[in-house]
């Protein structure tokens, strides 16, 4: 999906991943974003937070019932197993070469990312309220400000 207008917040090379704040499996993927991401490509804002809300609405996503994960780049926008590889592709050896796995079919994929997704509180647990990032993060995090 790609938009028109440009989106909030972002530069045109600008690349963001949107999480749920509250789930304990995303946060775990953001950590793993932050971890991996060492030349500091993709930036990071949870679904709840004021960023997360105006790219969301930008997008036109839902912004009270979330339940995927979503890479915002150059306009463009990646739900799903299509924003997972997006993101693997921007990490250095050996994360993208999990982009191989592409040749699964979307639905497979997506029928999968969505079994997961629809039960993640369930299987890995929640926050009760989002969580903010650690002291050492905070730059990796788009702010509503900027």
């Known amino acids: 999906m790609q938009a028109s207008t440009p989106a909030p917040f972002l530069n045109p090379d600008d690349a963001v991943v949107l999480f749920d704040g509250t789930c304990k499996l995303c ?3 953001a950590r793993f974003v932050i971890r991996h991401d060492q030349a500091r490509r993709i930036q990071l804002a949870t ?5 997360g809300q ?4 930008w ?3 839902p912004q009270d019932k979330f339940n995927t994960i979503v890479l915002i780049s150059n306009n463009k926008v990646f739900i799903r197993s299509k924003a997972m590889f997006e993101i693997l592709r921007r990490l250095n050896a050996p994360w993208r070469w999990l982009t191989v796995a592409r040749v699964i079919p979307q639905i497979l994929r997506d029928w999968m990312y969505d ?3 629809l ?3 369930r299987l890995f647990g929640r926050y009760d ?3 903010a990032p650690a002291a050492d993060h905070d730059r990796r995090f788009l702010k509503a400000d900027q």
């Open 119 to 121: 039960n993640r509180y």
């Open 129 to 131: 309220s989002s969580r």
């Open 54 to 57: 105006a790219l969301l609405g």
């Open 115 to 117: 079994k997961i997704a």
């Open 27 to 29: 946060n775990g993927w």
């Open 59 to 61: 997008a036109g996503l």
């Open 47 to 51: 679904v709840q937070s004021p960023a």
